[in-house]
């Protein structure tokens, strides 16, 4: 397509709704490249694609700004009875909060040294760097000072040993006399000897003399049968 003047207001107003340069390539029917070609040979046609993106980049800020602080929008409500021959527009105010993301992303775009996440690039280290690692670990590693146990008090003390006790003196007296040795009893007197008594056939008779201290047992005595 061939470039024609009237070009440049349609770009403007397209930028100034926030169009890109692939959607100006759609609405003037040609690739993108053709876009880029115009705005390096016609200086008008790159103003006005620059200031109307300028403006919706600037309405955007806006729009980002109030979300982050709050707002408050106007909005309409329409009711229509059954009965009712027009509907009814009723005018309100909507108030949105304030958002944290959105207040978090205007920051790091203005402040980006103060707001912005620096993320830690990991990667997994070779051999030799883990032995460095190792070494200067174990360079800087401090061991703990463990305190050393002392004694209790009455430990440390030992105990006085007792003194030695002098020996008993020797008593001067004389000993005493040995006791004499018991007198043995004398001998009991023998017992006279017992006569043994009659024995009758058919009858029991002692065995033998009673004795004093003797018990007198009795046995049968058969007389023979003629």
Known sequence: ????PEFVEQARSMCRLGATDEELAEHFEVCVRTIYRWRNTHEEFAEAVVVGKEHADARVERALYSRAVGCSVERTKVFKHAGDDKPVY????????????????????????????????????NAKEM??????????????????????????????????????????RPAPPPDPPPEP??????????????????????????RPGCAIIYAPVYAPIP
Do not use: C
């Not at 397509?1 to 024609?4: A, D, E, S, T």
């Not at 108030?95 to 620096?118: S, T, Y």
């Not at 590693?141 to 050393?148: A, S």
């Open 1 to 4: 397509m061939i470039y024609k």
């Open 90 to 125: 009723a005018t309100y105010k909507h108030h949105f909060p304030p958002d944290p993301n959105a207040a978090l992303h205007w920051l790091r775009v203005r402040q980006p040294r103060k707001w912005q996440i620096h993320e830690e690039v990991k990667s997994d280290p």
């Open 131 to 172: 032995i460095e690692r190792a070494l200067a670990r174990v360079a800087d590693h401090q061991p703990p000072v463990i305190p050393l146990r002392r004694p209790p008090p009455e430990a440390a003390a030992p105990e006085p040993s007792p003194e030695p006790q002098p020996p008993p003196e020797p008593d001067a």
């Open 185 to 210: 009893d004398p001998a009991p007197e023998p017992l006279p000897p017992s006569e043994p008594g009659p024995v009758f056939p058919g009858t029991t008779s002692p065995t033998s003399a009673p």
